[in-house]
């Protein structure tokens, strides 16, 4: 069992930025690609990044491609997601979330409680 604690959410204005922050307990965390997924209120959870395990390939959903960062210090078991430039329709709760890098399904193993994000415009 992996546990994933979030981190770094909170309020910000619009054009700011925030760096979010997810620690894994599982030193073997480099065996995991890591995602970020945010859920605004009344809407379904959607897809912001990914990372593989080894750092060499990232993806962004269109939204956020130019606007957010993500990354991962395998020493240290954390992952990031660096938002810069935020806008109101970013607010929502945002989940870290892990898959062992060999699987084949689409599903992911292990997700974290969330970060609220709100963005004042």
């Known amino acids: 069992q992996v546990q994933l604690v979030e981190s770094g959410g909170g309020l910000v204005q619009a054009g700011g930025s925030l760096r979010l922050s997810c620690a894994a307990s599982?030193?073997?965390?480099?065996?995991?690609?890591v995602a970020w997924f945010r859920q605004a209120p009344g809407k379904e959870r959607e897809f912001v990044a990914t990372?593989?395990?080894?750092?060499?390939?990232?993806e962004y959903a269109d939204s956020v491609k130019g606007r957010f960062t993500i990354s991962r210090d395998n020493a240290k078991n954390t992952a990031y997601l660096q938002m810069n430039s935020l806008k109101p329709e970013d607010t929502a709760v945002y989940y870290c979330?892990?898959?062992?890098?060999?699987?084949?399904?689409?599903?992911?193993?292990?997700w974290g409680q969330g970060t609220q994000v709100t963005v004042s415009s």
């Open positions: 990372i593989s395990w080894s750092s060499d390939r990232t």
């Open positions: 979330a892990v898959r062992f890098r060999g699987s084949t399904r689409p599903e992911y193993d292990y």
């Open positions: 599982d030193r073997g965390f480099w065996r995991f690609n």
